[in-house]
């Protein structure tokens, strides 16, 4: 007797957040409109409530499927408008995120997967799946996969679905089944409902209202063999109150009638075709329009957005592109192509090529890469090949006939729990030193159960294992390498258990504060530990919700090579961070850079051309800059800007080093400077207030500065401090500085994370 596996697949809740998120309690909730593809979108990843990584595909305006990658199962198929698009990108409103459909369900799918080994009758176990990938080519949306562990080698399937009318003209949604060789006889699920079945014919059987078909290329109609059993099982329904608490599990319970199409052992591939009659169903979808082609070339001249930037700085130019208001450029990946193209991924899930960035923006044009992802926020290239960190997956978008558009999204990993929850963002990928790729997971609303909540890991580039690092994360929204051995650096957001934005060291067994999920230790959770302090601490007043991370690498950009750029979203600018390691760990400074961008900054690239292009978006949550969406490219024009550029920590003191000379007299003044020391509290309440030395609430200590030394080349300043310690924000302002030529510092204060001293 055939009994099902009763899979409970562990559900996840991790966070984002890129300003602060609060719940008002209302009588009555707003209804929130959904939204719906286009139809040139050829499918869709995004969360169900039968599965967190269904890929939706519309064969018609008014018939869907949605195909669950975990346990590769076609598992709901409905008439309808299509599926209901929730949460932030979509609908501008945080809940409901679960995406839905019309309600007009044809059939459902038990949850498990439909494939065994033995006769159903003998009590066979599902098989163990692997998704491969999704294309999309000739108009036709296939899944592929792979059966592991049968007798002792792996099968690979592809599976088609499309509405076809049949000889007589019956309206079908048939599947086309393409099954690697296999020494052993396969089973498969084809249609299962709890209801009476009925042998028509060879190859035919009617299960309730549904009639099912099935042919083989070579042989013609193919057995079906329905068998009911008395079944009992658990099925996990996704939603948005479980992805915070855990998902409720429906009881299901009956005599449950599944159609099996038997595989027999051979030495070649095989294909079927699995039919299930339209006709027979009260609400059987029609065939009246064909599906719009995409456009894959924007013109630039539709771009209907004024062509200016917000952003000035003596030394730096901003230029805006043109985006033409239809593309919805919330940017959250960026990367240069090989070929000079510049990669961006969007918030809804598209990929554009933008062609010529570097030259004349006014002869820009934009190529829809990819579309249908799931909420992509990291492109990084390798061997000349996309790949994108998503919600659901690390995967390569691949352009397999050269056309210029993606035509399969191909699974390299996906370890970690994910139910869709609006903040549950996965951040990267970067490439470190080993050619691995690392991601960073959103901890914030996680459980433990929660597999890699608030973990950066690493990925194999083959795909083959997927390795922790450390653990701690709130909301990384920011990801990035530094050096020439490429370490990796996370920028954290303030919240609970953070007490301000933070740049952190990835490395092996370090904890940053959040709770985090499995791996880390379940008798831990939620309970404070030794945190590993971060490399800098963000003031709060300059950064609220950090993002992306760039290193500058040349000279093109200004005399801060070597130095790493840090955008911010609420407050729409780029900081400045300088890092040195001290006692083997990275601590450093600091300090405004670039403001006023056009949008929340979220994602940046550093160009072969040596510019800053900056990518923006805000939707739901508020940036005080003005548009939805922007890339800017900023460029440096020659005028070096009076700064200190690096900060050295020494025993006693700093020494700073300045971009130009300066007047000695000014800077050899010990009153010319002030210092200040905070520190940040490690609590589970949000963010902390700052503290003194004496633990007293919102306050600083003042440190005295008893010595200011200027260098021969008037170029670096020693300042000796009396009365600073280590685990405290130094705050040092210089208003009275002046350089040789009188000017002003264009940014007077910066701020230095002070975990160390140096020895000696």
């Known amino acids: 007797m055939f009994r099902p596996l009763s899979v409970v697949i562990m559900a996840c809740a991790l966070a984002c957040q890129i300003g602060s998120v609060t719940h008002a309690a209302t009588k009555k909730k707003p209804v929130v409109k959904p939204r719906f593809d286009t ?18 595909v519309s064969l018609l305006p008014n018939l869907h499927l949605a195909f669950d990658t975990e346990n590769c199962r076609t598992h709901t198929v409905w008439t309808g408008k299509g599926l209901h698009l929730l949460g932030p990108q979509y609908s501008m409103a945080k809940r409901p995120f679960i995406s839905t459909n019309d309600s007009n369900v044809l059939w459902t799918m038990p949850p498990w997967c439909p494939w065994i080994e033995k006769n159903p009758q003998m009590g066979s176990e599902p098989l163990s799946v692997a998704f491969r990938a999704v294309e999309n080519r000739n108009g036709k949306v296939s899944f592929e996969y792979d059966l592991l562990s049968v007798g002792n080698q792996t099968v690979r399937v592809q599976e088609t679905p499309k509405f076809v009318y049949s000889s007589g003209g019956a309206r079908m949604f048939n599947r086309k089944v393409v099954v690697g060789p296999a020494t052993v006889d396969l089973w498969l699920a084809v249609h299962s409902e709890f209801a009476k079945s009925e042998v028509l014919h060879k190859g035919g059987v009617r299960v309730g209202d549904s009639l099912v078909i099935g042919s083989n290329a070579e042989t013609g109609l193919v057995d079906m063999y329905p068998f009911t059993t008395e079944v009992e099982y658990t099925e996990e329904v996704y939603s948005e109150t479980g992805a915070e608490k855990g998902n409720r599990l429906l009881q299901r319970k009956g005599s449950l009638t599944t159609v099996w199409a038997k595989i027999p052992a051979r030495i070649t591939a095989m294909t079927l075709v699995l039919a299930v009659s339209l006709d027979v169903l009260k609400k059987a979808p029609r065939a009246d329009e064909a599906r719009a082609k995409r456009r894959p070339v924007l ?8 062509s200016f930037s917000m952003a000035s700085n003596p030394s730096y130019r901003v230029e805006p592109f043109r985006i033409p208001k239809e593309l919805e450029m919330l940017v959250t990946g960026m990367t240069f192509m090989p070929n000079g193209d510049l990669a961006v991924a969007t918030w809804i899930g598209d990929i554009y090529r933008i062609h010529n960035p570097t030259g004349d923006l006014s ?20 061997d000349g090949v996309m790949h994108v960190g998503m919600k659901n997956e690390l995967a390569r978008v691949i352009d397999r006939d050269k056309d210029g558009l993606a035509d399969r999204i191909e699974r390299v990993r996906a370890d970690w729990s994910y139910t869709g929850h609006y903040n549950a963002f996965s951040y990267g990928p970067v490439i470190d030193r080993n ?60 919240g609970s258990w953070i007490g301000a934005c933070r740049l952190d060291h990835v490395a092996p067994g370090k904890f940053h504060g959040h709770p985090s999920g499995w791996p880390a230790k379940k008798e831990l959770y939620g309970k404070p530990r030794p945190m590993t302090p971060p490399a800098v601490w963000f003031p709060y007043k300059l950064a609220r919700s950090t993002t992306d991370i760039v290193e500058i690498t040349d000279d093109n ?18 900081t400045r961070v300088m890092l040195e390691k001290v006692d083997g760990e990275y601590q450093g400074a600091v300090w405004p850079f670039l403001k006023r961008f056009s949008s929340g900054v979220n994602r940046m690239a550093y160009g072969p051309d040596g510019r800053l292009y900056v990518g923006g978006c805000q939707r739901t949550w508020a940036s005080i800059a003005p548009k939805e969406a922007a890339i800017e490219r900023v460029s440096f024009n020659g005028k070096v800007p009076f700064e200190v550029k690096t900060v050295n920590v020494k025993p006693d003191g700093f020494e700073l ?33 700052e503290y003194d030395h004496e633990g007293k609430k919102d306050s600083a200590t003042a440190i005295d ?10 170029l670096r ?27 002003k510092l264009a940014n007077n204060t910066f701020w230095y994370t002070l975990n160390r001293l140096p020895k000696g």
């Open 557 to 574: 950009f200004g005399p801060f090579k070597g130095q790493l750029m840090v955008g911010d979203f609420q407050n729409a600018i780029v």
């Open 717 to 743: 300043v020693r300042l000796k401090l009396k009365g600073w310690k280590t685990g405290y924000v130094t705050m040092v302002r210089s208003l009275d500085v002046r350089s040789g030529d009188g000017k």
């Open 363 to 382: 002869k820009v044009t934009y190529t829809r890469f990819a579309s249908g992802l799931c909420e992509p926020m990291g492109i990084a290239v390798k």
């Open 705 to 714: 500065v008893v010595g200011a030394i200027v260098s021969t080349d008037n």
């Open 435 to 494: 050619g691995n790729f690392v991601l960073a997971n959103a901890g914030h609303s996680g459980r433990w159960d929660v597999k890699y909540a608030g973990w950066a890991f690493s990925v194999a580039y083959d795909g083959s294992k997927i390795m922790p690092i450390c653990d701690g994360f709130r909301e990384p929204n920011g990801i990035g390498v530094f050096g020439p051995q490429r370490d990796i650096f996370v920028s954290d957001n303030q």
């Open 299 to 306: 013109d630039i001249q539709s771009a209907r957005n004024p």
């Open 39 to 56: 139809p040139d979108i050829p499918f869709r990843m995004a969360p169900m409530a039968q599965a967190s990584r269904s890929i939706a």
């Open 657 to 689: 080093t300045f971009t130009k000379p300066i007047d000695p007299e000014t800077a050899g003044d010990p009153n010319a400077y002030d210092v200040l020391q905070y520190r940040l509290e490690y609590h589970q309440k949000y963010g902390s207030p």
